[in-house]
């Protein structure tokens, strides 16, 4: 069986939406999914390090604050520096996502902060692969409903108003997120066959 598992940081619920929206597209691929939440102190579980260590592809998530990932988030990317030294993840797969207020909020900082946290890993990344679909209407770039309405293909970026986390990001957001979930188990798949 495929695992998956989805290690995040959200300080204030927007980008716990998205990773639930990631790890739905996990399951729906009927694969096995771990929700790894990274606590404000940068901390996750010994169990939640087991989970990260067996899984077959990791999908790190973080808001974007002040054009990086969040610092809870950056301390666990330290803390797998104790990884690092036994080259434990080499070879997994790896993506990425964040969300933010703007619609840029230099959000591809951090996309590129945790695809080089994968490479340092000897990782194997991801990317989003869904075309922004709102392009070919007039008026209609950047539309709420469409998938990859940002435009990012590093990894999945989505945009939260500043409104409770039940009503943004919007669903072209999500429904990208989703996406992504499942495009991981599929890679994972490929990748072991
Ligand atoms: C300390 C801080 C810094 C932020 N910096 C940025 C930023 O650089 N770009 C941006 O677009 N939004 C920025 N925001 C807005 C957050 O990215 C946005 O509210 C996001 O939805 C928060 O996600 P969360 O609910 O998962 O914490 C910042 C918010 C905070 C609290």
Redesign the pocket.
């Known amino acids: 069986m495929t695992t998956i598992s989805v290690v995040y940081h ?7 939406k998205v990773a639930q929206a990631v790890g739905e597209g996990v399951k729906s691929a009927n694969a096995t999914l771990h929700m790894i939440k990274v606590g404000a102190d940068g901390a996750i579980l010994d169990t939640d390090w087991d989970h990260l260590n067996s899984s077959d592809a990791i999908i790190f998530g973080a ?5 990086s990932v ?1 610092g809870p988030f950056k301390m666990f990317m330290d803390a797998t520096s104790k990884i690092w030294f036994t080259k434990g993840w080499k070879d997994k797969l790896a993506g990425g996502f964040t ?4 619609m ?4 591809l900082n951090s996309l590129f902060q945790m695809a080089i946290l994968a490479a340092q890993h000897g990782m194997v990344w991801i990317p989003q692969a869904e075309a922004n679909t709102s392009t070919s209407e007039p008026g209609k770039s950047g539309d709420v409903e469409s998938v990859n309405r940002i435009g990012s293909y590093l990894g999945v970026m989505t945009q ?1 108003d ?1 409104v409770a ?1 039940d009503q943004s990001p919007n669903q072209g957001d999500i429904k990208t997120a989703q996406l992504y979930g499942t495009r991981m188990v599929e890679a994972a798949k490929r990748w072991a066959a």
């Not at 959200?10 to 716990?16: A, D, I, L, V």
């Not at 808001?63 to 054009?67: A, D, F, K, N, R």
């Not at 840029?104 to 959000?107: E, I, L, Q, T, W």
């Open positions: 959200s300080g204030y619920g927007h980008t716990e808001p974007t604050y002040m054009g969040s969300n933010s207020l703007s840029s909020g230099d959000k939260a500043n986390a």
